[in-house]
């Protein structure tokens, strides 16, 4: 079992919004604005989508976004699009004694 | 091009030493922390360790402390993962990344990651 809880998977038509939750507690997501967000392609290297709760990097679509609310922090893709179909992953860190911790990985499908 | 280049796919039997690499490219490997990461099948990440190549100050998270050694060796610009006595276990993909550190030791994020490489223990 994960540290922080994401839906296994979502889905939504070209052109929609999704939002993928990760629930952490006050140790890890409550507690710090360390968290990120990785998309990946099986079989390919996974890629920071969202750091520090809401910054992009570079080169990363204005259709991902980032937020946090107490210990649950969210990923939002607006405008669909078939190659943002992947496993997404939440990261936070969780102190100098656990490290970080990482959601179980959220599915979505491009309907 | 700044990356991370990991070693090959093994397969194993259990009780078997192994010792995987992840090479970085394109940056001064010796200035940035390098972690591993574990993908077991069908599950999530898991942060296992991190180490700093230029003085190979090593720091592991509690759950994989003793269970496997992180080193490097930053004049072939090189981070190793290794084990001395597989158990089928520890069948997953391991990820090498690169960790973004803020205030001295806190992990931000991982702005760069290896393709991972695949190992099955097996008998």
């Known amino acids: 079992q994960s540290a922080l809880t994401q839906p296994r998977s979502v889905s939504g038509s070209p052109g929609q919004s999704v939002t993928i939750s990760c629930t952490g507690t006050?140790?890890?997501?409550?507690?710090?604005?360390?968290v990120s967000w990785y998309q990946h392609h099986p079989g390919k290297a996974p890629k920071v989508m969202i750091y520090?709760?809401?910054k992009r990097p570079s080169g990363v679509p204005e259709r991902f976004s980032g937020s946090k609310s107490g210990n649950t922090a969210s990923l939002t893709i607006s405008g669909l699009q078939a190659e943002d179909e992947a496993d997404y992953y939440c990261?936070?860190?969780?102190?100098?004694?656990?490290?970080?911790?990482f959601g179980g990985g959220t599915k979505l499908s491009v309907l | 091009e700044v990356q991370l280049v990991q070693s090959g796919a093994e397969v194993k039997k259990p009780g078997e030493s192994l010792k995987i690499s992840c090479k970085g490219s394109?940056?001064?490997?010796?200035?940035?922390?390098i972690a591993w990461v574990r993908q077991m099948p069908g599950k999530g990440l898991e942060w296992m360790g991190i180490?700093?190549?230029?003085?190979?100050?090593?720091r592991y998270s509690p759950s994989f402390q003793g269970q496997v050694t992180i080193s490097a060796d930053k004049s072939i610009r090189t981070a190793y993962l290794q084990w001395n006595s597989l158990k089928a276990s520890d069948s997953a993909i391991y990820y090498c990344?690169?960790?973004?550190?803020?205030?001295?030791?806190?992990?931000?994020?991982?702005?760069?990651w290896g393709r991972g490489t695949p190992v099955t223990v097996s008998s």
């Open positions: 990261c936070s860190y969780a102190g100098s004694y656990t490290g970080v911790v």
């Open positions: 520090d709760v809401s």
């Open positions: 990344a690169r960790p973004h550190i803020v205030a001295v030791t806190a992990i931000d994020y991982f702005d760069l």
């Open positions: 006050s140790s890890d997501v409550g507690g710090y604005s360390y």
């Open positions: 394109g940056y001064s490997f010796s200035s940035y922390w």
């Open positions: 180490i700093y190549p230029g003085d190979s100050d090593t």
